[in-house]
């Protein structure tokens, strides 16, 4: 007969993280879960153990502690800003430099532009169409920033891939967190912007994924030959 051995602590507190992150996911956000006594009994481990647990979930933003009355475990949602930052944070241990975010940011594009041309939701659609009536009053480096994130928060509604989002952000965090030469300098840089930028919506409005994944192609390869020649 195999005589199973008893986890490890660590053993113990993954298996509570696994188990407590399930029932967070299987609930809706902002539901409880337990008090503390309850969930050691339901999981069949000590208090110690669950608070330990809690705390990783607490860090991955899928758990929040509330204390008083009506208090215990509650499941929650992580943000994609929140995490974005904290993956810009491992990056930037990592000595990532701008120029790989960059190479991320224009890559995702290239797919994000296209997938954004095969929805068909007016509102959004909409929406896109009044920011793109904004691009010849664009004429500050601040202003297109704001039009750039702008337009990928529409973008990221249309398409709703969850991953592409995530990373997406992060890439566009990381590379905000360098100083650099603007990649759009100058009169000659504004202008390319806004015919980048009229390219690329105007493949989206059309419905048109191919075209939209070859203009953004076109951009990603421009940039990235700037940013070759800049280092």
């Avoid at 967070?24 to 481990?45: E, F, H, M, Y």
């Avoid at 990783?56 to 509330?66: A, F, N, S, W």
């Avoid at 100083?179 to 419905?207: E, F, H, N, T």
Wanted: charged content about 30%.
């Amino acid at each position: 007969m195999t005589v199973r051995k008893p986890k490890s602590r660590e053993g113990l507190v993954k298996a509570a993280v696994s188990q407590l992150r399930d029932m967070i996911v299987a609930q809706p956000p902002d539901t409880q879960i337990g008090s503390l006594p309850d969930l050691a009994k339901i999981l069949g481990v000590g208090i110690v153990t669950v608070q330990q647990a809690a705390r990783v979930l607490e860090h991955e933003g899928l758990l929040q502690v509330r204390r008083g009355p009506g208090g215990g475990y509650y499941g929650t949602r992580p943000e994609a800003e929140g995490l974005s930052r904290a993956i810009s944070g491992y990056l930037a241990l990592h000595h990532s430099a701008h120029p790989e975010a960059m190479d991320i940011i224009t890559l995702l594009d290239c797919e994000l532009m296209a997938a954004a041309a095969r929805v068909k939701d007016k509102a959004l659609r909409a929406k896109l169409t009044l920011l793109a009536q904004s691009i010849d009053d664009r004429n500050t480096a601040r202003s297109r920033a704001e039009f750039d994130q702008d337009m990928l928060d529409i973008l990221y509604l249309m398409v709703e891939r969850p991953l592409m989002e995530l990373l997406s952000r992060a890439a566009v965090h990381h590379y905000a967190e360098y100083p650099r030469a603007p990649v759009y300098g100058g009169a000659d840089g504004k202008q390319r912007w806004k015919r980048d930028k009229r390219a690329i919506i105007s493949a989206i409005l059309d419905s048109d994924p191919e075209r939209a994944r070859f203009e953004a192609f076109r951009r990603r390869r421009e940039i990235m030959k700037r940013l070759d020649a800049s280092i």
